[in-house]
């Protein structure tokens, strides 16, 4: 196959990857393009995701070696280094002639080789043409990286390595290098902008919590606690990623509902009335109403709405029963009743949360999911013994 133009380093705001001759398309090299259109299309369908996701790099990262046969395959983004990548052809693996490993080796090579953030296009011909490389390999090798860029805002590169320096990379390696480097870039792009999103998102989130909170003195700190409780739950019932984010909002959320009920009732020192509670019971709906705006909080929405079901069907809104109610409304009525139980409340004092578990088990079957209840007691028996919910951190949501 034919190298890249002879060059031993290129570099700078203006380089641009010298024009490749048209040429006759053998059949072996339009199977060779259908591969790489196929590759296009797969990884095109992987980045829809608004996250950048570590199997999506691995695949890239593999497909890109098998495509144009170098020895590595590398992502450097130096102000994202978890999304960093070094894929090592099979084989390769080891210690390399320095007496390190090949893995460690190649990362020095790639750092000594790339001016971050500046450029498009870095090649590397031969290693041992360039002092600042001959002596990091006694093997020669070659480099060709492109910069991951989407507008005017550099990630930083995805780059190629081979110690075939004679044979070289394909003639279109350098295309298909950037073709996926542009892809990637418009997804750190986006993935940026979603959490500019996210981080409004959670500040509108805390300025509601904080409203609530502030109309009566009792109430403060409580949906951080039920949140770090039913947290602690979702990790012992190993929930997945998605319905733990669900989860957390819902649990912070779930009596936001309640800033529509006047202070009086909220705050009442005795028993409410049954028009008094008839107010209370409208909480849930109130709280819909308040975050269907918010179109990332869809999916905490059946659990806000349900939290006050009860297990035998006496709750409310709609009196759902068992597992008619939601997985995660369930796991927030076991955990918003022991708060309410061991804190001090205007009508009640606080009981000890030795006796909050005994309530806990009477209700369990009736007002509560009785198997909840015990992951609560095992998912939360370190929060439960080691301090009162009051003294539970701020730092819940974090």
């Not at 290098?177 to 792009?189: C, D, F, H």
């Amino acid at each position: 196959m034919n190298r890249l133009p002879q060059q031993t380093l290129l570099r700078g705001p203006n380089a641009t990857p010298p024009r490749q001759s048209t040429k006759t398309v053998l059949p072996e090299q339009a199977e060779q393009r259908i591969e790489d259109l196929t590759l296009f299309a797969n990884i095109s369908k992987q980045f829809r995701s608004l996250r950048l996701k570590q199997p999506v790099l691995d695949r890239l990262m593999q497909r890109i070696l098998g495509s144009v046969a170098a020895d590595a395959a590398f992502l450097h983004l130096p102000n994202h280094p978890d999304y960093n990548q070094l894929t090592i052809r099979p084989g390769l693996e080891g210690s390399s002639s320095s007496g390190g490993s090949v893995e460690e080796q190649l990362r020095q090579i790639i750092t000594a080789g790339l001016d971050t953030g500046s450029g498009n296009y870095c090649s590397v011909e031969n290693s041992l043409e360039d002092e600042r490389l001959a002596s990091l390999s006694d093997r020669p090798f070659r480099m060709m990286a492109v910069t991951v860029r989407h507008l005017k805002e550099t990630y930083g590169w995805l780059g190629l390595i081979s110690y075939a320096v004679e044979s070289g990379f394909r003639d279109d390696a350098l295309n298909i290098a950037q073709t996926l480097a542009n892809q990637l870039a418009v997804m750190m792009a986006n993935m940026e902008q979603y959490d500019d999103l996210e981080r409004f998102t959670v500040n509108i989130v805390c300025s509601l919590v904080n409203a609530i909170e502030a109309k009566d003195a009792f109430f403060r700190g409580h949906s951080k606690r039920v949140n770090q409780y039913v947290m602690q739950m979702a990790s012992h019932l190993q929930l997945p990623a998605e319905e733990r984010e669900a989860l957390k909002w819902a649990a912070v959320l779930h009596d936001i509902g309640k800033i529509g009920i006047p202070e009086k009732i909220l705050c009442k020192p005795g028993k409410l009335t049954p028009k008094e509670f008839d107010l209370i019971k409208q909480h849930p709906q109130k709280g819909q109403a308040i975050l269907a705006p918010i179109r990332q909080l869809q999916p905490s929405m059946e659990a806000i709405a349900h939290h006050h079901e009860n297990y035998d069907g006496s709750g409310y809104p709609e009196g759902l029963t068992g597992g008619a109610i939601p997985l995660a409304a369930r796991m927030i009525a076991v955990a918003d009743t022991f708060d309410a139980i061991t804190s001090k409340r205007s009508y009640h004092h606080p009981k000890t949360p030795e006796k909050a578990i005994r309530l806990l088990d009477k209700l369990a079957g009736t007002q509560l999911d009785p198997q909840l209840v015990l992951v609560f007691k095992t998912a939360c028996q370190e929060l439960i013994n080691t301090a009162p919910p009051s003294a539970t951190p701020d730092s819940a949501l974090a």
